[in-house]
């Protein structure tokens, strides 16, 4: 059977002008990045178009190491919507070097449900991510530089200072450093890091901007730290906003591509949903939204993490009301939760796919609590039994869930078509008025408190010493309105990933709490949470390679 890469070299790519045809848009209004790719001008956004359309969520239950499908469901879902005569687009992020190289390898779907060329969107694509990191890092230098400057110093306290730096890649080594090591000419010495540029509150703030002088508002909200009156930073005083504006002035622009069967893609921004909010940007799915009829788009593991951020934070703040919501689940990831070694995924076992359940059922009820209509896609595996497949019909049965096999990988949009058709009824036929968690305005502990005690399911918050401090500077800052970006593991609904399947009776444990007040969100650390993963032991990097004609081997 033919891996990812070999599939998508089957495939003949249409010109990118062809799938911006299919949108209404003209050729002179895209700009080409080569003949499968282009950037789409914001001027094409309509609000009252955007207004018109349906949007829907691909989400997942809390995942094995792997992942579980979402953005190859997602696609899938794509292709079987047009297949079934609605005008749809999928909206997705960009993969982040850091997966790509460690241990999920690429990310831009599998087999018959990719977006292309996959080869480019997994590596440097169109330049979004450097352009962030380049932007980040002139802001960290304009750090250092004032606190070097004689003249024109702001007095800043170097012990204050949490604005690090960032870097694309996982390594460890970078998680804690010294700099300005040297003599006095080099800078101050201090303590500071490297976060991955998926973790960087610029990414977060390209996902969250609604236009370029948005966007340069937002970069001059950074927080910095302090002066040593205790006066707080912010990047508009190093006057760094309008030059990292300028750096991204393309990188706002969504990215159009293509999947295999010709449906148009748009992909835009990679915030991880584990450390960050998890999900495409808002221009990017309110550019679909304005092009087609329906939206299909994604948020980063379970839904204890970018469902929820999806919906408390980029719809709460962007006026978008989602219609409808698919789940997907695996009969590998179900086993795992019911207690089975990760090593025997693949064996036959009735009996641990119904002990998992329960991380299944507590996952839909967090459907409910924001008021979307849900239907269970069965993510299907050719190891899956039809034993297995049936326990899990029957228990969303009971729950009053719709659960559909969907064969994407193998069929592209023909396996989607029984989900496409089963989504569509959900729509039309339960409609929910999305309602949000939370209300920003509410304290920031209450709102912290609502999400794990309601999404997660724990008893009770703790909160350390740091965390506490912090709380008292948000406070101080007057920023106690912001929403709430939980930064835990993706493994388990508690913030310890030892923890599978529904733990009950746990406590979370907020160890600090990073303010992002040019994303404009709270972001709540717990449990061993790092903002630079490390790469595992054998990482995927070892399986890619180039030849001499310049073909790459590996992606998967």
Not at 13 to 18: E, F, S, W, Y
Not at 131 to 140: D, G, Q, R, Y
Not at 446 to 469: L, M, P, T
Request: net charge negative; aromatic share 6%.
């Amino acid at each position: 059977m033919p891996n990812d890469i070999e599939i998508a070299r089957q495939c003949q790519l249409k010109p990118i002008a062809k799938i911006a045809g299919a949108l209404g848009i003209k050729e002179a209004d895209i700009e080409p990045y080569g003949h499968f790719k282009a950037k789409l001008p914001l001027s094409l956004i309509d609000a009252q178009r955007a207004a018109k359309s349906k949007l829907i969520l691909v989400t997942a239950i809390s995942p094995t190491p792997a992942g579980e499908g979402k953005t190859t469901m997602s696609i899938g879902l794509a292709q079987g919507l047009n297949r079934i005569g609605k005008q749809t687009t999928v909206v997705l992020r960009e993969p982040s070097l850091g997966p790509v190289f460690g241990i999920k390898g690429g990310a831009t779907g599998g087999g018959w449900s990719q977006v292309l060329p996959m080869e480019d969107i997994n590596l440097h694509f169109t330049g979004d991510f450097a352009a962030i990191e380049k932007a980040h890092n002139l802001l960290a230098a304009l750090v250092d530089n004032n606190m070097q400057s004689k003249k024109r110093s702001l007095g800043i306290d170097p012990r204050t200072v949490v604005w690090k730096r960032v870097f694309d890649m996982n390594d460890r080594a970078l998680r804690n450093i010294v700099i300005g090591l040297g003599g006095t000419g080099n800078g101050i010495p201090r303590e500071t890091g490297f976060d991955i540029t998926a973790a960087s509150e610029i990414m977060a703030i390209l996902c969250l901007c609604t236009s370029l002088s948005d966007l340069k508002t937002r970069l001059g909200n950074i927080f910095i730290g302090f002066t040593r009156e205790r006066k707080p930073v912010y990047a508009r005083d190093l006057k760094a906003n309008g030059a990292m504006a300028a750096l991204m002035k393309d990188a706002i622009k969504p990215n159009l591509v293509q999947t295999i069967e010709g449906t148009p893609a748009i992909i835009h921004g990679g915030p991880f949903a584990n450390i960050a909010q998890g999900t495409n940007s808002v221009l990017a799915t309110k550019m679909g939204m304005t092009l087609s009829d329906y939206v299909v788009t994604e948020a980063g593991f379970g839904s204890d993490l970018g469902a929820e951020k999806f919906f408390d934070i980029k719809c709460a703040g962007a006026g978008l009301s989602p219609d409808g919501m698919v789940m997907v689940a695996t009969i590998r990831a179900l086993k795992y939760h019911g207690g089975a070694d990760l090593k025997t995924l693949t064996e036959p076992n009735v009996e641990a796919v119904v002990r998992g359940l329960v991380n299944l059922e507590k996952h839909l009820e967090n459907t409910k609590l924001f008021n979307v209509p849900a239907v269970v896609a069965i993510n299907r595996f050719t190891t899956d039994t039809d034993e297995e497949i049936e326990a899990v019909r029957e228990r969303c049965e009971s729950l009053g869930f719709q659960a559909v096999i969907a064969d994407v990988w193998a069929d592209g949009g023909g396996g989607a078509e029984d989900l496409a058709n089963a989504v569509i009824s959900a729509i039309e036929s339960e409609p929910g008025e999305f309602r949000p968690l939370y209300d920003w305005n509410q304290p920031v502990t209450e709102k912290i408190e609502k999400i794990c005690q309601n999404i997660y399911g724990a008893a009770s918050v703790d909160y350390s010493a740091r965390a506490k401090k912090d709380l008292r500077i948000i406070k101080k800052l007057e920023l106690e309105n912001l929403p709430i970006c939980m930064a835990k593991t993706q493994k388990s609904l508690s913030d310890d990933p030892s923890k599978i399947g529904r733990p009950v009776g746990f406590e979370i444990t907020v160890r600090e709490i990073e303010i992002a007040a040019g994303a404009g969100f709270l972001i709540p650390i717990t449990g061993d949470m790092m903002r630079m993963p490390g790469l595992p032991s054998a990482p995927s990097s070892e399986n890619i390679d180039i030849d001499q004609n310049g073909e790459i081997s590996g992606l998967f």
